[in-house]
């Protein structure tokens, strides 16, 4: 548990537009540890799915514009080579796709698409992948796995799509998964085994996972530790237990109060409406809606950074790391 | 005829749905071996009998998942689609089969909010002219007033009245929402539909449309008829709540009893497979308990529709379908063996 | 059900009520910036203005009477005098193009607008409908549409006869399938939208559906529609013309005018050339710009 597999570090990651150079994540750092399930959660358009993809190397630079360094034992990710980063992703470190319909190839056979990265990776025979991916198939939970190898994805249900989508991610036992909001696209019970298959797996592989999704109550079941995105910037990092008792952060507090649940009372949402990109501030992002009294200049004017290291439980507020110093 | 139904609260019943039952038919898919002669279209049983009081004032949630024909039920309601057979019982009269002027007259006091904001507006009004829509078809107040009355309802739901002539495009999904929940009330209805309303919205942007709803509530005295797969919300929200398989109600009780007390073995694996927050009391861990996939409204399983994915079913389930019994006052169940599951 | 706190009628967060402009990008306004990116597209419409500005100012701008003949002037190639020559009466040939120009834009303009509306209104119907009556309908538009259109238009000319307004007749009638095709088609598309079945579970009835929701949703192709139709129509007209079954001579008109210059294209060639390169000039313009406003309009093409 005390090695890191991931450190990520002051990571920008901004466009260069028709309209000039926008940014979209900024010094975003953080670590993963080996067999650690770290959540990323974070309303939409604060920049999950683009952190995602940067980690895997998708992000094409230009017009992407990444600073900062992606370290995986011991590589920083941004500064390889594409040769270099193709043997990582999906041997080293894969992704399972929010959305399995647009993650698989309508017009070829599952059993090829998930025999690809083993193909690829473990430089073996079509054949032979395929043997695997029969395995594979049992592993996550299809049933006829011989038979169903050679379905088209447009022949599976939504749950079952995704157990291939999951099956392509594990295929070549990854040391990272990164996971961005795999199951947002499924009915209710179907959810409930996926996310029962990926704790499993995850378990069995000793894998670190990168959980990324937008539901509190997920992120607090599947993950030890969270991060709290907010208009592409870190505010909040800690244990999930810790983090969603005792928020440090107005944002997170804001968020926690907006959850239903049985016997509430009035839900405490936070006013107003999350920046678009261009709305971006040069300061604190969350100071126009942020309800803690006092803002001062500082708030206006400089960007909060996670305090030191040395915490566990971490907040990027002026006013919090000023209150605790 | 018998007709079951929840035992009336206080509260008058605004809405009755009496043995509702919608067919869709689907053509056989065409394939070189039935060409010839084409096998008859196969019938989806979306909704397959359904007795539902909904009372005045409150808020009933219609929960389930695919298939389950909560969005039937909404449409129905609306009268969007006619049913193939039954009652819809609307504050005294029935509405299922109406035409003409009475039909016109009924939908004014049914209006619907639907859950994608972009879609459900015209992209070519602007807000002015979406909200006041309503009122110039139903002549509510006078013409000259209209736009008042636009302004007024704008500022109710959250919308700053200066923009009433922009274009929804121009506006944050929230936003749009609200715009949408303002057209619903335009003309004073009795009964809202929310089909999915605040899926699909951020957590801070549902809390402010729940909010919202919630004060509309009090406010207007309106009757919601709640339609979602999203566990957390209707608990927090609806009065009542009917859980829905397959084309029939399984459980109908208070939302108390539901997710504190529930009795049918499909309540109970939802309630489990439904992630909460860890800091809540965990009487309902996180678990798969159920296996398999939903079947298809197509080919419903005989006997019970559930028991083929039922934790605790028994041989006679696959025989008899069970009929919804009151298991406590107020609180019913379509289950032989209510209350085992756990 | 716990009781909840009645709040204040009025919103208290200004951050609440405010709309961005940025919050997308409208698709007007990325319609006319792709089509300026668009160069071609751009060329036709200077064509097409440079075509209805002279139309409309033929009388003012055409240095003589397109009718007036001049015998001792016959046959002129180009000069001082007349810029593109005389014909075989004596005519400036000039201002017959430029007059010849005033009338392919109104028998074109007139016979796409009437075929527009005509072919809109049924598309509208066909397409909201359904049933019979879009059955019906479209067996008509199909019916029409089988006809290659100069064939057509010849056909309803020699039913209708000679004249300017037959040939306007003719032409709206060759065209209007093509806008209820287009329309049926578009509307289909939309008619399963929320809006749409909103505003029918408010009560709105048929023809507040059509015309407030269902048309201003479809104008785009439409108006794509009209352009290239436009070209078409100034081709018909002008290949009527030729036919000597359009505008009767001794009106100026492009295809006549071509027509009448066949018997001297050894001796005088500008008195068939000029009036056909003008055809082609207003052609090639109308069809660059019908393509441009196309591509535009198209939802797939992105703005990098």
């Known amino acids: 548990m005390s090695n890191t597999v991931l450190e990520v570090d002051r990571l920008n990651v901004g466009f260069d537009t028709a309209a000039g150079y926008v940014n979209v994540l900024r010094d975003v750092s953080f670590t993963v540890g080996e067999q650690e399930t770290l959540g990323i959660l974070g309303e939409s358009g604060v920049g999950k799915s683009v952190l995602a993809d940067t980690l895997l190397g998708l992000i094409p630079s230009p017009p992407g514009r990444i600073t900062g360094r992606i370290i995986y034992r011991g590589r920083d990710l941004n500064t390889l080579p594409d040769a270099e980063l193709t043997k990582i992703r999906g041997k080293d470190i894969a992704m399972i796709f929010q959305d399995p319909t647009s993650a698989l190839n309508p017009v070829f056979r599952v059993g090829m698409q998930v025999a690809e990265p083993l193909e690829i990776h473990e430089n073996i025979s079509l054949r032979n992948a395929l043997t695997k991916v029969v395995d594979l198939f049992r592993r996550v939970g299809i049933p006829a796995p011989e038979t169903r190898i050679a379905s088209y994805p447009h022949q599976f249900s939504g749950g079952m799509r995704q157990r291939v989508v999951i099956s392509m991610g594990v295929a070549c036992q990854p040391r990272l998964l990164v996971a961005d909001e795999p199951t947002s696209s499924l009915d209710v019970t179907i959810q409930a085994q996926i996310l029962e298959l990926i704790r499993d797996l995850v378990r069995e592989l000793r894998t670190s996972v990168v959980y990324i999704s937008n539901d509190l109550a997920v992120i607090s079941h599947m993950c030890q530790r969270v991060l709290i995105l907010y208009a592409g910037q870190v505010v909040e990092e800690g244990p999930v237990d810790v983090v969603f008792r005792e928020p440090k952060h107005p944002y997170t507090r804001g968020l926690l109060g907006s959850v239903p649940r049985l016997g509430a009372r009035r839900l405490d949402p936070i006013p107003g409406q999350l920046p678009t990109l261009s709305e971006y501030l040069p300061g604190c992002r969350f100071h126009p809606r942020c309800p803690l009294p006092q803002k001062d200049q500082g708030c206006v004017q400089s960007h909060p950074l996670l305090e030191p290291e040395t915490a566990a439980h971490r907040a990027a507020c002026w006013k919090v790391q000023a209150r605790v110093g | ?342 | ?304």
């Open chain 2, 1 to 342: 005829m018998s007709v079951e139904h929840v035992a009336a609260a206080s509260d008058g019943v605004l809405l009755r749905l009496a043995g509702l039952v919608k067919h869709f038919e689907v053509p056989a898919p065409l394939t070189l071996s039935n060409m010839v002669r084409r096998p008859a279209p196969r019938v989806v049983k979306a909704v397959a009998g359904v007795n539902l009081d909904i009372h005045r004032g409150r808020t009933i949630g219609l929960v389930g998942e695919s298939g389950c024909g909560k969005t039937t039920i909404g449409r129905l309601v609306m009268r969007a689609i006619t049913p193939t057979a039954g009652e819809i019982v609307f504050d005294g009269d029935d509405v299922a089969q109406l035409t003409g002027p009475p039909l016109f007259a009924y939908r004014r006091r049914v209006q619907i909010v639907y859950q994608d904001p972009f879609t459900s507006l015209n992209p070519r009004m602007t807000i002015r002219r979406i909200i006041r829509e309503p009122l110039d078809v139903h002549s509510i107040g006078a013409p000259s007033e209209r736009n008042d009355r636009v302004a007024q309802l704008m500022m109710r739901v959250g919308v700053n009245p200066k923009y009433a002539d922009r274009y929804p495009h121009e506006f944050s999904a929230g936003q749009v929402k609200r715009v949408a929940i303002a057209r619903a009330i335009a003309v004073g209805p009795d009964l809202l539909v929310a089909d999915e309303a605040v899926s699909g919205l951020d957590v801070s942007v549902k809390a402010q449309i729940l909010n919202l709803l919630a004060d509309l509530q009090e406010e207007m005295g309106l009757t919601y008829l709640f339609i979602s797969h999203d566990l957390g919300v209707v608990q927090y929200l609806c009065h009542t709540v009917a859980v829905m398989y397959l084309g029939r109600i399984v459980e109908v009780g208070t939302s108390e009893a539901i997710f504190t007390r529930p009795q049918h073995p499909y309540t109970v694996a939802l309630l489990h497979s439904f992630p909460r927050m860890k800091s809540e009391s965990d009487e309902f861990e996180l678990k798969a308990s159920l296996r398999g996939e939903i079947p298809s409204p197509i080919d419903v399983p005989p006997g019970c529709r559930f028991h083929t994915r039922c934790a605790i079913a028994r041989p006679e389930c696959a025989r008899d379908e069970p009929a919804l019994r009151e298991v406590a006052p107020g609180h019913w169940a379509a289950c032989a063996f209510p209350g085992e599951a756990r």
């Open chain 3, 1 to 304: 059900m716990t009781t909840l706190n009645v709040s204040a009628t009025l919103p208290e967060t200004p951050a609440d009520t405010q709309a961005t402009s940025e919050r997308r990008l409208s698709p007007s306004r990325l319609m006319v910036l792709r089509f300026c990116a668009n160069r071609g597209a751009v060329a036709g419409l200077i064509i097409v203005l440079l075509f209805i500005a002279v139309s409309l100012l033929a009388p003012v701008i055409a240095p003589y009477d397109p009718l007036k003949q001049d015998y001792m002037a016959a046959f002129q190639g180009p000069s001082w005098a007349h810029w593109l020559g005389t014909d075989s009466f004596g005519r400036d040939m000039l201002t017959r193009i430029l007059y010849g120009a005033r009338i392919s834009f109104v028998v074109g303009f007139a016979s796409v607008s009437i075929a527009m509306v005509i072919g809109v209104a049924i598309g509208l119907a066909a397409g909201y409908y359904g049933g019979l009556v879009e059955a019906v309908l479209m067996r008509i538009v199909d019916g029409l549409l089988s006809f290659t259109p100069l064939v057509l238009a010849i056909a309803l000319i020699a039913v209708l006869g000679l004249g300017l307004q037959n040939v306007i007749l003719a032409l709206a009638a060759t065209f209007a399938g093509m806008f209820a095709r287009v329309t049926r088609g578009d509307v289909l598309n939309i008619k399963g939208e929320p809006y749409v079945e909103a505003a029918q579970l408010l009560g709105v009835g048929g023809a507040g559906v059509m015309f407030r929701h269902l048309l201003p949703n479809v104008l785009s192709p439409i108006i794509v529609q009209f352009g290239l139709n436009l070209a078409v129509a100034i081709l018909l007209e002008s290949g009527l013309s030729f036919l000597g079954l359009g505008v009767p001579p001794p009106e100026p008109d492009l295809g006549l005018m071509i027509a009448e210059g066949r018997g001297f294209i050894v001796m005088a060639p500008w008195i068939s050339g000029f009036p056909g390169l003008a055809l082609v000039i207003i052609i090639v313009g109308l069809n660059l710009f019908g393509d441009g406003l196309r591509d535009a309009l198209d939802p797939k093409a992105q703005i990098s």
